[in-house]
């Protein structure tokens, strides 16, 4: 791809979406954007990105985007933040919620993997939790991928990375060579598309957010605008997931690690951030 | 060092999931048989069974039901690892006492997964 092609995707994708492509990732622009291509009519890629170059269908923009945005997913991914989910921040929330209810957000739901993963960690939690109800808003910046979502049909691969047999026993249907997961799980997900740079004022506020593995697509300025917007939207003593590889360090001083515990994040001045102190001074003392 | 015991009666199918078991560090024996993988219980219990289903001589669930009669018999972690891919056979398994299940064609991704979620390896960072 030409080096001017590149910059104007590059471009788009940035100010539509807030992604950001390095120049490493032209590859990846050319094996996702040749079937946009094919399925818009044009005899190649070169031929849609003239198009481009003027006043291109709306509708386009929005598949390019789709096509770009990454759904690299499974069921409990990475296994140690659900850990958490249940040992840290559930057992936080129960003793701290009167009202018995508690929001969570999944900021990046992909095809619905890990909103239903908690989904299915909440059912198996119920006995705990005897009259509670639980919301889960799962947004996503691609409508196709939010449809698969809904229909919540997985193919056997899918279902066998990181699900205990026993969950699949238990919450799915197998129909054909798919699997779907029952009404009841499915009805505990709520999904909405949502661009993470638009402003969050159409969003409540949240005792859990989940935002694993897509602030890393952005560039320090929109994480931090992204981060900082986000505490906006959760409780003072609720809980931020985000990424392996994501950090707030050095991008917003809204949220701090939670001490301990990889990857959890507590807004800045929460008692979860304190607790740790108390105990390394009686460690000192 | 965990060990590991494979049981197919196909010779592809055995190196290509001991290949996968000893890259995570368990160290493999091979049986093509449910009798062969009974007799090889009998001399040393493995840590981990991957078992196949349809076998000559002994099946895999037959197998499983006289491995938890066995004295140390409920040690080991056993997956099933078959083209068996409905719920009753996955059921059934399960009633017979095996822990996991994967459902062929499988890859190193979905066995190591497994093995995590059992117990007998740990994620990794």
């Not at chain 1, 291509?37 to 291109?56: E, N, R």
């Not at chain 1, 409540?204 to 981060?227: H, P, S, W």
Request: hydrophobic share 40%.
């Amino acid at each position: 791809m030409k080096i001017t092609d590149f910059e104007l995707y590059k471009d788009l994708l940035k100010s539509k979406s807030g992604l950001v492509l390095s120049q490493d990732k032209s590859y990846l622009l050319e094996s996702r954007l040749n079937p946009v291509a094919k399925k818009w009519g044009y005899d190649s890629l070169d031929a849609m990105t003239m198009t481009m170059q003027g006043v291109p269908d709306p509708e386009l923009i929005t598949d390019i985007i789709e096509a770009m945005t990454t759904n690299e997913t499974s069921f409990f991914r990475d296994s140690r933040p659900f850990d958490m989910f249940k040992d840290v921040v559930l057992a936080h929330v129960k003793q701290a919620r009167p009202q018995k209810k508690i929001k969570i957000w999944c900021a990046a739901a992909s095809s619905g993997q890990e909103p239903y993963t908690l989904a299915m960690l909440l059912k198996e939690a119920a006995s705990d939790f005897p009259g509670w109800s639980f919301e889960i808003y799962a947004t996503d910046i691609s409508n196709e991928i939010l449809n698969q979502a809904r229909e919540a049909k997985y193919s056997q691969f899918e279902v066998q990375r990181g699900l205990p047999i026993q969950l699949l026993m238990k919450y799915f249907i197998q129909d054909g060579d798919k699997w779907q997961l029952n009404d009841e799980i499915r009805g505990m997900v709520k999904y909405d598309y949502f661009n993470l740079m638009e402003p969050m004022s159409k969003l409540g506020t949240y005792d859990i957010i989940f935002c694993r593995n897509v602030l890393i697509y952005f560039d320090e300025e929109t994480k931090g605008k992204i981060l900082g917007d986000m505490a906006g939207h959760i409780e003072k003593d609720g809980f931020l997931f985000l990424g392996g590889a994501e950090t707030v360090l050095g991008i917003t001083d809204a949220f701090k690690p939670v001490p301990g515990q990889r990857g959890l994040y507590a807004v800045e001045g929460s008692e979860h951030l304190e607790q740790k102190k108390e105990t390394s001074a009686q460690a000192l003392a | 060092m965990k060990s590991c015991l494979i049981v197919d009666d196909s010779r592809v199918v055995r190196k290509v999931a001991r290949r996968i078991a000893e890259d995570l560090g368990f160290q493999c024996e091979e049986a093509e048989d449910g009798q062969k993988a009974y007799e090889a219980c009998e001399s040393t219990m493995p840590d981990a069974i991957l078992l196949d289903w349809n076998m000559p001589i002994m099946s895999g669930i037959e197998f499983l039901e006289k491995l938890r009669e066995m004295e140390n018999g409920k040690g080991p972690k056993v997956i099933f690892c078959t083209t068996e891919n409905d719920m009753n056979h996955i059921q059934r398994a399960i009633q017979a006492g095996a822990d996991e299940y994967i459902m062929k064609p499988f890859d190193s991704e979905i066995i190591e997964s497994k093995f995590i979620q059992i117990g007998l390896l740990e994620q990794s960072a």
